[in-house]
């Protein structure tokens, strides 16, 4: 399996550290200390894995070698879907007209996104598809102790992958990219096309 771009979309509230001292009175030192977070995303009533979904394969397009109407497989692993029936796998295929692909909803609660690489993996050796975009919703909890006291305070962002079965050209050499400006973050990428290191049997 290869990478061919990665995509992503981070909501653009923060929620800084100092919104939990008067909660909780857990300063913003002792968060960071103990968990290295400063600060985390939060979505907007408006904002779930349908329109961030949408959002990080904008993200990813300028980087895909191929149109993404060639997709024959799509993923959306989330254990927090924000509909059952028109799932973001579905839309995202209607809204860049994939209409040869597969879209699938997968939830295995932390073990999502994994197991929609198995998926795509087995795909690909069934010969069902040859181009795949997976995308994981991230909503998580910071630690147990905020879990107990303020629970709809998570961090949110979505990441995105678009693999294909085979080498294509070789693209640029690895590149560096920042997920935000403002954090330590950051993918591996290449341009173009680029194999996944000792992951061809995935």
Known sequence: ???????????????HNDYFLELNRLTS????????IISRSRAQPEENINTM?????RDALP??????????????????????????????????????????YLSSACSSFLNALEVVEGYFAMGKAT????????RTLLTRMIRILKPDIYGEM????????????????????????DWDISVKVRKGCSFVPGMEGL
């Open 1 to 15: 399996m290869f990478i061919n771009a990665t995509g992503v979309y981070v909501p653009a509230e923060r929620v």
């Open 29 to 36: 030192e002792w968060i960071e200390q103990r968990t290295g």
């Open 63 to 104: 980087k895909l070698p191929y149109n993404i109407t060639e997709v024959n497989l799509i993923i959306a692993a989330s254990y927090s879907p924000y509909d059952t029936v028109a799932t973001a796998a579905h839309v995202a295929q209607k809204e860049f007209n994939m209409t040869k692909a597969k879209a699938l």
């Open 158 to 181: 979505l990441l995105l992958s678009l693999f294909q079965k085979s080498r294509c050209q070789q693209g640029n050499p690895v590149l560096r990219r920042s997920i935000r400006k």
């Open 131 to 138: 181009k795949a975009l997976t995308y994981l919703r991230i």
């Open 53 to 57: 979904g949408l959002e990080a394969i």
